[in-house]
């Protein structure tokens, strides 16, 4: 009860998030209306649109306007959050218009006047009541904190980690198997119940953006209690994309701690203690659209490997999981998003396969990318590894 009070009481009226998102919608539209000469380069790298060819982003585009005039109907709901926020069309655009900043503005609008899919409204009742993404009950989070924090360096810390709610959930392994690479770092790092993700994941794929400033807002200030220097974003591509899109559209409704705080990639982090540490060609790296497109981060993961698969992303179809912009959250197991996912992620676990003779295991810095690939490994039949990046990692520093 404590912990629910507290929340609330910081909320920030979903009011003042109403009005700022019709703004900038209005303004995004008016640019894309400017610029766009219709030359459909962007529909044509579409994910969404190589499984089902209306969904697209001009189409999307089209129905932000709609959301906007407040003229939406069903089909426009579906489209936009069926959107991968994959970037694909971005890049493929000669003019860089950012198609997924639209619809993730249009679908946060809709989801804060009550019109999201009704799965993800039952997944909103339950973030609100715990305080995190998916809804983990603070007994589960307490239990694999005070388990990960012995781990921990027993000096004053001065960096906080902070994992994302997938490893809180269900890969608990690959959360302690994060810490233990830290451990080996030597770095005076903790872990703390108050901050077990970023807020990414309701943030931006279930498009919430007022419950994920709470929960980023609430990481900061425990930070800041804690007199934390640094925060180390884990393995959750959604965190990295809040982290933009919160400073994008909300940066004044962000919390400013009284000295300033860096966040850091755990794998920027990885990458200058075990700089070319993973010496096997063996495996295929997938390149999650969260932190390269997204969040700009060079790859520094792509540095662990001596000599490294390179990552498609220079083809068709190539850029995309399958699991991005909350379609792997979605619960209606026959939607349409469950059909769009499964037939992306298993395109582009065939892709990264063929991508060498020699692939034997397939990875991703990504723990939702890895999700998407484990479930599309079972329909195609794929008879090798699936592993997170930081478990390959682990066994090399171990085993040397
Ligand atoms: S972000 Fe991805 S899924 Fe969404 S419209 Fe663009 S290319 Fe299609
Ligand atoms: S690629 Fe860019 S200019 Fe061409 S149709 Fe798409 S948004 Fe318009």
Not at 75 to 91: E, V
Not at 255 to 279: A, G
Not at 309 to 321: A, E, M, R, V
Request: hydrophobic share 35%; proline share 4%; with cysteine.
């Amino acid at each position: 009860m404590k912990i629910l009070s507290r929340w609330v009481k910081r909320s920030i009226s979903q009011e003042v998030f109403r009005k700022r998102i019709r703004r900038l919608l209005r303004i995004y539209l008016n640019i894309y209306d400017d610029i766009c000469m219709r030359c459909n380069l962007c529909v044509s790298t579409c994910p969404s649109h190589k499984v089902i060819k209306d969904f697209n982003p001009r189409k999307r585009v089209d129905s932000a306007r709609r959301v906007l005039k407040r003229e939406y109907k069903r089909g426009d709901i579906d489209l936009l959050f069926t959107c991968l926020l994959c970037g694909s069309c971005k890049i493929s655009c000669p003019f860089s218009l950012d198609i997924p900043e639209i619809v993730y503005l249009a679908r946060s609008l809709l989801a804060l006047e009550g019109e999201a899919p009704e799965d993800l409204v039952k997944i909103y009742f339950k973030a609100e009541r715990e305080g995190n993404s998916f809804g983990i009950s603070r007994e589960k989070i307490d239990k694999i904190i005070s388990e990960t924090s012995k781990i921990a360096s027993e000096e004053k810390p001065r960096e906080l980690y902070v994992p994302g709610p997938l490893d809180i959930s269900l890969y608990e392994d690959v959360f302690i198997n994060n810490c233990e690479l830290l451990k080996e770092m030597r770095i005076r790092w903790t872990v703390s119940s108050e901050a077990v993700e970023l807020g990414g994941n309701i943030g931006i794929d279930m498009s919430r953006p007022d419950l994920g400033l709470k929960i980023l807002n609430n990481v900061l200030r425990e930070a800041e209690k804690m007199n934390i220097k640094k925060i180390i974003i884990g393995d959750c591509g959604a965190d990295y994309k809040w982290l933009i899109y919160s400073q994008r559209f909300f940066p004044d409704l962000i919390y400013k701690p009284s000295y300033n705080i860096e966040f850091v990639s755990i794998y920027e982090l990885f990458m200058r203690s075990f700089s070319r540490y993973i010496k096997r060609r063996d495996v295929a790296i997938h390149d999650p659209c969260s932190m390269t497109r997204t969040a700009d981060l060079e790859r520094s993961y792509l540095k662990l490997f001596e000599k490294p698969n390179k990552p498609l992303n220079n083809g068709l179809y190539t850029l995309c999981c399958g699991a991005g912009g909350g379609l792997s959250i979605r619960r209606d197991n026959d939607s349409l998003s469950k059909k769009l996912m499964n037939e992306i992620s298993c395109l582009r676990l065939r892709q990264l396969i063929r991508s060498s003779e020699d692939i034997k295991m397939i990875t991703s810095p990504c723990i939702k990318c890895l999700t998407a690939f484990l479930t599309a490994s079972l329909y195609i039949g794929y008879e090798y590894e699936i592993e997170p990046l930081s478990n390959i990692l682990l066994k090399c520093v171990k085993n040397v």
